[in-house]
């Protein structure tokens, strides 16, 4: 049996979250939208609408939803093979959480300022590219059977997740986001 209460610690990072960030991501118009979305390819669809409005200044670049793709697929596999042991809450909010993060960019930066929403395009790509990554190296503990020791890491790096989407959206709403920001994805990766 684990040693730490699941929901308790999702509950948590939700609520770190609503303080950074001011949203309740389980009450997000977007965790409406993933109802009945079973499937990655649901969840990709939606959020590349999102992301359809980096690719007006970008010409049609799909680098952030091929990036974007590993981290949900990675996701989607690790809530299903926690099944019981984790809510699908929690998946849920990392998708809203990615939600908001690349809703956000566009909405920081007026119509003029095509070269600030490139540049900082470039390094939200770069932060999904590195946490799909990390995901995808994680995901081979999902092809042997979990110990309870496992479960609860992966549980901590999908709420460490949140943490850093609050971050870069922290940063982005300041206008301070930079690729600096996969830097401290990676360095929380190492911790």
Not at 100 to 122: C, E, N
């Amino acid at each position: 049996m684990p040693a730490v209460s699941f929901p308790a610690i999702i509950d948590k990072a939700l609520a770190d979250y609503h303080d950074q960030i001011g949203v309740e991501l389980d009450k997000h118009p977007f965790a409406d939208e993933l109802r009945g979305r079973d499937s990655p390819d649901d969840v990709l669809k939606l959020l590349e609408d999102k992301a359809n409005a980096f690719e007006v200044y970008r010409d049609g670049n799909r680098k952030l939803i091929n990036w974007l793709s590993p981290v949900v697929r990675v996701i989607h596999t690790l809530s299903g093979v926690l099944g019981e042991a984790i809510p699908l809450q929690a998946a849920k909010a990392i998708f809203v959480g990615v939600d908001v993060l690349i809703t956000v960019l566009p909405l920081t930066f007026s119509t003029d300022a095509a070269k600030g929403v490139s540049s900082s395009y470039d390094a939200l790509a770069d932060l999904f590219e590195c946490i799909g990554n990390f995901l995808k190296r994680l995901r081979i503990y999902t092809d042997i059977p979990l110990t309870p020791s496992m479960v609860d890491i992966i549980v901590k790096i999908m709420v460490e997740l949140l943490s850093v989407f609050a971050l870069a959206t922290k940063q982005i709403k300041q206008g301070r986001f930079s690729k600096e920001i996969c830097e401290e994805a990676a360095r929380r990766e190492r911790d």
